[in-house]
């Protein structure tokens, strides 16, 4: 699947990771800075709004604000949303998320921390179908479960009962000896298209990979392969890093730091 390609920069050893993103997914401003947020902000306001007065393509941008303030708090380094109209009528959706956790151990292969991430989610979440994974670029733990919520607010004003259902799944990846895990969440109310949309989020893993700056991919173990014995000037490598230079790579801190609110800066954009 060809999608548009999005780079992480792990900054204590200049570990780059990289994923490709289906191009019908609409990317969130996951940015630090309020003023590229709400002019990124507006420009998908006006994306998913074409025909929208300024009002309430105004709405649709504060309306993202949160998910964008908490995301950025919780560690995101990558949030998108698809939206299809179906052939009966129905409108069907999709959320991505990536986001950086980090573990309370040191660095550990990535097979160790496989087990423990498993392990771990059997115990909290005996309900959740819990899977290990063999992913092009290593092992990995995928989550799989549906719970339901109250309906919002708005609904419920309207006299609409029942429960909103929705379908999550979860993929853990530890980066190679490294302390944090990348994790992948798809989660959908539309559970008419939970195949495909499950289909969607294997392909975005199984894109996953990693290497180092210059040239040089990442071991099994995660350490930069040695520098090749004098000679001949080598092929470039097909693994390279895969921060691509159409996405720069996004530097993560050592600890992430809390974000304030982007909903001043989206309301001046908008005038």
Known sequence: MVGSSEAVLIAADQLCVGYAVPP??????LVADEEEAADRLADLAAEL??????????AVALSLVPTVDELLVAGGVYAG????????????????????EYTESGPVAPLKRVVEIESGLR????????ERLHLPCGPA??????????????????????????GVIQVYLPLPNQTEVLCFELTTPSMQEWEQYSKILAAVVQSVDWG?????????????????AAGPEPEPAAAVPVGVPAAQPLPIPAQAPPRGSHAEAVRNDFG
């Open 141 to 166: 733990v995928a989550k799989i479960e549906g719970n339901t919520s109250p309906l919002p607010d708005e609904l419920a004003g309207l006299g609409v009962d029942g429960q909103l259902e929705r």
């Open 24 to 29: 019908f997914f609409h990317e969130l401003p």
């Open 212 to 228: 180092y700056p210059g040239g040089k991919p990442a071991t099994t173990d995660g350490a930069p392969e040695p520098e090749p």
């Open 49 to 58: 709004a074409p025909g929208g007065t300024p009002d309430e393509q105004l």
């Open 123 to 130: 115990e909290a979440f005996p309900e959740a179908d819990v």
């Open 81 to 100: 949303f698809c939206l299809f109209e179906m052939e009966d009528g129905r409108q069907s959706t999709a959320t991505l998320t990536v986001t950086l």
